[in-house]
């Protein structure tokens, strides 16, 4: 049985499989390996995922979503048109359509997959990851960190024993640092670090807001389609200053054309915070391996955010190189899936490679803080599995009593760095009976079992009476009862898909309404004559005419777009 190695990521996704000893990536539907993950509601109600949603995000931004994939392990709901979803609803509409990529590709039912998940992502966002995958058909053999996945990519392509990688994954939600080193088939990941609130969606803010400022717009006197226009503008405008030095956008906003020149520097010092942001994490990541800047001997890049001439200046200047990035920064995380996919699939190819991993953040217990008189700290933090510990791990501490006559111990699970346990993240719960004595007389151990999926377990003993509880951490957004995910994946099989036969022609529509909602004049008129012909064209469904068409109407955007600065 196949198993599929999927990227699932903030701005785009990607899938591959193990296949005749090297990584096979899975094109799409419309023939491409990336998927943007964006998804969309048309007029008909039915689900449009990928890019023709993403083309809709300009015209038709009430029913369009995106960068969902940060509200991960949270309750928050997106609003979808007429419906709600929660981001894990919305990321198993992302996973459903590689599953069916795959299996239209492979020819075979796809039931198992490897899914990447930011090395920072903590246990709550990593179940909501094993949820949305659940909630597509999907059973997840194993989460690997995205880093981690794409170190497996260039240690198997570099080979050379004794190599350490810094992998530098920026990506549009979110930021990852690993150290990884590659020695006889063993890749082995000595510390990771990150910042979960980090990625290329933070630079475009920026701009975004940077723009307002300069041209003097209110934010808010704007309408959602002119926003999107203006964001849509700025991403492009991001993208252009990697290969030119200045720039000039003129924008048209409340139908005025809007001039605004930017050049690199000026971006640079617009986004200095992120980038001192993004210094943090590498400088932690290196202290905790106990390395220094010169041992390392590759800097990889990973994440289309690393693409910004500004990340990759900061990194040139921070350790004295070039980085390395001649593997694709979009795929090496899907690639990387797909390797450790093969190696769930006991491949004999891949016999001789071992992958070791490290726990991302430090896993405690909360404790008495007795030097909080007024109340105002809360619980100290007692680490027990310190970050960056190799996992799988299992490690038990001893907790005693700390009142006469106590009859519960609560056990308060956190994940964090900070002394504070209310400046952490709660995981969960549970409590225990002890009999009553005096304070310091009865006592737990507490043990904390942690694996490569960056999954918690937890197993609490009474030493005198021997009474031994368990969980799971499921005091969490994606820790629902069975009844609740039965009735989350009802509510998503009642949804209307658009007919996957149809989607290159849903694309060329959608793209022709983006580009509608950007023009003016005789160029609007235009383009709705042409999207009114195409559309016509389909309702005959002719195969023959509309194969036609559909050439000669791709054609005519092409045209269109070449005199865009953005396209």
């Known amino acids: 049985m196949t198993i599929l190695g999927i990227d699932l990521g903030t701005t785009n996704s990607a899938c591959a499989i193990w296949k005749d000893g090297k990584t096979t990536l899975i094109p799409n539907q419309l023939n491409e390996f990336l998927t943007p993950s964006v998804i969309g509601i048309d ?36 609003d979808l048109g007429k419906r709600s979803f929660t981001a894990a609803e919305l990321s198993s509409l992302i996973l459903r359509s590689l599953k069916e990529d795959a299996e239209a590709y492979l020819g075979e039912t796809i039931t198992q997959a490897v899914i990447s998940v930011p090395a920072y992502f903590n246990d709550v966002q990593r179940k909501a990851t094993k949820l949305a ?36 994954d920026l990506g549009g939600g979110t930021f990852d640092v690993s150290l990884v080193e590659y020695f006889d088939g063993v890749i082995e990941v000595h510390a990771s670090s990150g910042d979960n609130r980090l990625g290329g969606e933070d630079f475009l803010e920026m701009l975004v807001n940077h723009y307002f400022e300069k041209t003097g717009i209110a934010k808010r006197s704007l309408t959602a389609n002119e926003l999107q226009r203006v964001y849509a503008a700025m991403e492009g405008a991001k993208r252009k200053l990697s290969s030119e030095r200045e720039i000039v956008i003129e924008q048209a906003v409340k139908s005025q054309l809007q001039p605004f020149r930017l050049s690199r520097e000026e971006f ?5 915070p992120l980038l001192h942001r993004i210094q943090l994490p590498i400088e932690r990541t290196l202290r905790d391996a106990g390395v220094s800047p010169a041992e390392i001997d590759e800097v990889v890049l990973v994440g289309g955010a690393t693409r910004m001439f500004a990340f990759r200046s900061l990194i040139t200047r921070m ?37 070791t991993d490290v726990a991302p953040y430090t896993l405690g217990v909360e404790i008495h803080n007795e030097g909080d008189k007024n ?5 100290l933090f007692m680490p027990i599995i310190e970050r960056n510990s190799i996992v799988p791990v299992s490690i038990e501490r001893t907790l005693y009593t700390v009142c006469d006559n106590q009859k519960i111990v609560s056990i308060n699970v956190y994940q964090g760095e900070s002394r504070l346990v209310k400046n952490n993240v709660n995981l969960g719960e549970l409590e225990v009976r002890v009999p ?5 007389e009865e006592s737990v151990n507490v043990r904390y079992s942690y694996d490569m999926n960056g999954l918690l377990d ?6 005198s009476t021997g009474l031994t509880q368990h969980t799971t951490i499921i005091n969490s957004a994606s820790g629902l ?17 658009h007919p996957r036969e149809q989607a290159e022609n849903r694309v060329l529509i959608a793209r022709a309404e983006r580009l509608y909602e950007c023009s003016l004049g005789d160029k609007r008129d235009y383009i709705s004559n042409l999207l009114s012909h195409f559309e016509l064209v389909l309702e005959k469904q002719n195969p023959v005419e509309i194969k036609k068409v559909t050439a000669q109407f791709s054609e005519m955007l092409d045209g269109l777009e070449e005199d865009n600065l953005f396209s």
């Open 43 to 78: 007029q008909q109600g039915e689900i449009l995922v990928g890019l023709s949603a993403s083309h809709r995000l300009i015209s038709h931004p009430a029913s369009t979503v995106a960068v969902f994939k940060r509200y991960m392990g949270t309750d928050y709901t997106i």
């Open 133 to 168: 995958a659940e909630l597509a058909g999907l059973n997840v053999d194993r989460l690997i960190n995205e880093p981690t996945a794409a170190a497996m990519v260039y240690g198997l392509h570099d080979k050379r024993d004794g190599v350490q990688f810094l992998i530098l």
């Open 268 to 272: 640079d010092r617009i986004v200095h």
């Open 319 to 355: 350790f004295r190189r070039m980085p390395a990035a001649n593997i694709d920064p979009d795929l090496v995380v899907a690639m990387g899936a797909g390797i450790q996919a093969g190696l769930k699939e006991k491949h004999a190819d891949l016999d001789d490679v071992v992958l």
């Open 375 to 379: 109340d105002k700290q809360g619980g």
């Open 436 to 440: 009553p004595a005096k304070a310091g």
């Open 458 to 463: 937890v197993d609490v003993t009474v030493n």
């Open 481 to 497: 009862t069975d009844k609740e995910i039965e009735q989350s994946r009802e509510k998503l099989a009642k949804l209307k898909f």
